[in-house]
């Protein structure tokens, strides 16, 4: 079994930051790509970021330039720095780590930016 705890997540106003973290747990043989996704009320879950096992990351086009993911091999875990944080980034952000071909996602957390 794997397990992923996010935290981080909270309330701040816009234009402020947060950085949510995410580890991994359980029987891990070797991480492949870890990520971030979230879902906002009444939509369906978007991709956020993507990392992979060597450091290469991609973006939504919605945070580039805003949002950074990283990760600890080592360790086990991702984390997003989210800075110029906007009203509409509000979501329950969740942690996902693909393992020997399987997808793994954490519970959630959530996300609220007032305007």
């Known amino acids: 079994q794997v397990q992923l705890a996010e935290s981080g997540g909270g309330l701040v106003q816009a234009g402020g930051s947060l950085r949510l973290s995410c580890a991994a747990s359980g029987s891990i043989f070797r991480i492949n790509d870890m990520g971030w996704y979230r879902q906002a009320p009444g939509k369906q879950r978007e991709v956020v970021a993507v990392i992979t096992r060597g450091g290469g990351a991609v973006y939504a086009d919605s945070v580039k330039g805003r949002f950074t993911i990283s990760r600890d091999n080592a360790k086990n875990t991702v984390s997003l720095q989210m800075n110029s944080l906007k009203a509409e980034d509000t979501a329950v952000y969740y942690c996902?780590?693909?393992?020997?071909?399987?997808?793994?996602w954490g519970q959630g957390t959530q996300v609220t930016v007032s305007s």
């Open positions: 996902n780590a693909y393992i020997l071909g399987a997808a793994y």
